[in-house]
């Protein structure tokens, strides 16, 4: 497959590489201890990783994509890295932890 068609695709060289988990948060969503929460994520976790994340937070669950960012970097030492600070926070509880996968088109 040529380069451009590759790159359209993204497959090979450009395919970007992800990692989901979802968990609940043991208290109230709207709360200034939840938007803390958020912002430790942010600043602790997210930011010295060099990644971003898309995702849902509610009360009946949150569901987190993490991807470098540039995705086709992503790499298992920074997967490892989310789940260990994810894992000590007492103030969630962790339901699932996936493995790096292809953003577009699931596993590897």
């Not at 994340?53 to 920074?78: M, Y």
Request: glycine share 6%.
């Amino acid at each position: 497959m040529k380069k451009r068609l590759r790159k359209k695709y993204r497959v090979g060289e450009f395919r970007e590489l992800c990692f989901k988990f979802s968990f609940e948060y043991k208290g109230d969503v709207e709360s200034p201890e939840c938007r803390q929460f958020i912002q430790a994520f942010d600043t602790e976790c997210l930011e010295p990783n060099g990644l971003v994340c898309l995702g849902l937070f509610q009360n009946s669950g949150c569901n987190i994509t993490v991807h470098d960012a540039d995705p086709t970097l992503t790499t298992e030492a920074q997967r490892a890295a989310v789940k260990a600070w994810v894992e000590a926070r007492p103030e969630i509880d962790l339901k699932e932890f996936g493995e790096i996968e292809d953003a577009w088109y699931g596993e590897l």
